[in-house]
């Protein structure tokens, strides 16, 4: 277990040797909600909290609820929780996004009471990729077939009507992401993240609002990186907690 300066020191996280380990995915996707929001946050599949309390830490009348299947990861949430002091405002629940809806439904998460869920979904499918020996970071970065979907519904599930998902995911996923959004929710906003000037996108942040029939917005992309390997001024703001990114249109 390390202790980490985070968002430019504004908040200190402890996390795993082995397992999953927070960067700029979860700086970005916490930088989609606005300074100004005041509801509930739900930060589904968060590891060690590093989104969701990046958001609670930025985002001062936030309240937040992290979920995560991992006994030892939501175990350093809590630590990363109470270390920031946070305890009032803040909670864990162990769960597995992709159990039955009755599972699911017996721990709350199935309430309809989120306003905004956030999500860095395993990226990977464990039957197309070689996966990691250790279970930590095996279980982290691969879904299984389907599984796509089956979050996208459990994240569905947790969300007040006219609430959003804000999720993070690889480029080339975007038609698998579309694919589970649709229907679930409309007014989706599509921001790709380019590593530098001139590069394809490897990311992608797709925010969507539940039950709205409203079009698709393809966004101007965010470039993370100088020539020279720095951050352009505005990823070097989000990385500091000085600059948020939303995708509302």
Same mark, same amino acid.
């Given at each position: ?44 599949? =968060?590891? =060690? ?16 609820? *992290? ?27 162990? =769960? ?5 809806? #009755? ?65 993070? #995911? ?20 599509? *921001? ?31 470039? *993370? ?23 509302? #249109?």
């Amino acid at each position: 277990m390390t202790e980490i300066p985070f968002l430019g020191g504004k908040l200190r996280l402890f996390q795993s040797e082995t397992g999953h380990r927070a960067g700029t995915d979860a700086v970005l996707l916490a930088a989609t909600v606005p300074d100004e929001f005041d509801g509930q946050v739900v930060d589904a599949g =968060s590891a =060690s909290g590093a989104a969701g309390l990046a958001v609670t830490a930025r985002v001062t009348a936030a309240k937040l609820r *992290l979920i995560e299947i991992d006994p030892n990861e939501a175990e350093l949430a809590r630590k990363n929780i109470a270390t920031n002091q946070f305890s009032d405002r803040a909670e864990v629940v162990e =769960s597995d996004l992709l159990a039955p809806h #009755h599972a699911r439904e017996a721990l709350g998460l199935a309430a309809s009471d989120a306003d905004w869920v956030i999500t860095n979904p395993p990226f990977l499918n464990e039957h197309k990729t070689r996966t990691s020996p250790d279970l930590n970071r095996q279980r982290a970065h691969t879904m299984p077939e389907g599984g796509l979907d089956r979050w996208i519904v459990a994240c569905q599930g947790m969300i007040k009507p006219h609430g959003r998902l804000t999720m993070i #995911h690889r480029a080339d996923a975007l038609s698998e992401l579309l694919s589970a959004f649709q229907g679930r929710f409309g007014a989706l906003s599509i *921001l790709p993240i380019y590593p530098h000037e001139g590069a394809s996108a490897t990311r992608l942040l797709v925010e969507g609002i539940k039950g709205s029939r409203a079009p698709l917005t393809l966004m101007k992309g965010l470039i *993370l990186h100088e020539k020279n390997g720095r951050f352009t001024a505005k990823a070097e703001a989000i990385h500091r907690g000085l600059a948020c990114l939303p995708l509302t #249109h």
